[in-house]
């Protein structure tokens, strides 16, 4: 077993090589072996995944070398796939060793490769057309720097219109990988802890706008399958409407309410339609989302000589009056429970600031009679 460990223990050092300089060396016949080095380590993941306690050694042994990122016993499963992607993305892949890794992705399944080529084929495909989705989506227009924060989630809906749907499509296809990727973890008895550091560093490989754009649908599509499971469970088998450290929802709710700052961004960057359909289906959401609201709308003060809320400082202040307006407004066109809570936390908010209805006293009680006018034309209509 002693030697065992002491193979497992050099696949940070695998990776790692896959991912530099060192592979431009690198022949058709080195590339087989790393392949086939790959192939063993999954076999020992398939071999030893029934038993806890040398699956936990095997683990132990990984985080040994503290790789980045952290690997730990699910990484043996998947080492086709890591290693595949790892040289995939090397330019310094010599070109022989490069055509032999390419003849190995598109491998027919029935080739005698067994179930790993199939592995790295859809390996192939995913990468294939997460490259294609990036080059037909054309780049949004340039904001000038420091843009008004309510200019930024109408960037995306500048977008040429053929290049829309592309847009919204990469996404959506993103966030279905990392589900399923989070869904095998699971499957593979990997630890919450595990999951979201895992998580955490792939997000945060990201740049922003995307990362929350696919935290989003991701968000979105737990949503909807338990809508229409009968049992309503998320695709991961625990209930839909949890937000536990356990569920993989939890496990996204965590890392983007983790942070204040973020969570700013997020609620800046994405469309109020969106943010409000979210908080919607999740409460810990919508708390937290409201509390927001609520320290943004804190920061405008009434001006008399233009007769509107202002920003009390342009650096501080986050949103203008009429986007507050309508996120609020978008917050009481959702669903009849979320309407009742934004309602709620307004009369509230206006309440401790005097609880008067004259215009210009308290943003709130100005907010409430917005909110209110409009919801009750739009239920008239």
């Known amino acids: 077993m002693e030697a065992v460990l002491g193979q497992v223990e050099q696949l940070p050092a695998l990776l790692a090589v896959s991912r530099s300089a060192l592979v431009r060396d690198w022949d058709p016949l080195t590339l087989d072996r790393a392949l086939e080095w790959a192939r063993y380590f999954q076999h020992l993941h398939e071999r030893f995944r029934a038993r806890p306690q040398l699956r936990e050694a095997l683990g132990r042994r990984l985080r040994r070398s503290r790789p980045y990122p952290p690997l730990g016993f699910p990484a043996l499963g998947r080492c086709p796939q890591l290693l595949g992607l790892a040289l995939l993305e090397n330019r310094a892949l010599p070109p022989a060793a490069c055509r032999r890794l390419l003849l190995s992705l598109l491998q027919p399944p029935g080739a005698g490769g067994g179930a790993e080529p199939r592995g790295l084929e859809l390996l192939a ?38 290049a829309r749907p592309l847009a919204e499509a990469r996404p959506k296809a993103e966030a279905e990988l990392l ?37 989003a649908a991701a968000l979105a599509l737990l949503r909807q399958a338990g809508d229409t499971d009968r049992d309503g469970s998320s695709p ?42 979210l908080a919607g289906h999740y409460p810990q959401l919508s708390r937290s989302y409201l509390d927001l ?89």
């Open 125 to 162: 495909r995913r990468k294939a057309a997460a490259c294609l989705l990036g080059r037909a989506r054309r780049p949004p227009p340039r904001l000038p720097p420091g843009p008004r924060a309510e200019a930024r989630p109408k960037a995306e809906a500048r977008l040429p219109a053929e």
């Open 236 to 277: 991961d088998g625990s209930p839909a409407s949890a937000a536990g450290d356990g569920s993989t929802a939890g496990l996204l709710l965590s890392w983007l309410l983790g942070d204040q700052e973020r969570f700013s961004a997020f609620c800046l960057c994405l469309p109020c339609s969106r943010l409000a359909f």
């Open 293 to 381: 609201l609520t320290c943004w709308g804190s920061r405008l003060h009434y001006d008399p000589l233009q007769g509107r809320w202002v920003k009390s400082c342009l650096d501080k202040a986050e949103v203008s009056w009429e986007d507050l307006k309508e996120r609020f407004s978008c917050l009481c066109q959702g669903s009849a429970q979320l309407k009742e809570q934004t309602q709620a936390a307004l009369k509230l908010l206006r309440t401790q600031d005097g609880d008067f209805e004259v215009s210009g006293l308290s943003v709130w009680g100005d907010l409430l009679m917005e909110v209110g006018y409009q919801c009750t034309n739009t239920k008239a209509t």
């Open 179 to 215: 589900l399923r990727r989070l869904r095998e973890e699971r499957q593979q008895g990997g630890e919450a802890a595990e999951q979201r550091r895992w998580l955490c560093h792939v997000l945060e490989q990201l740049p922003r706008p995307r990362a929350f754009q696919v935290v």
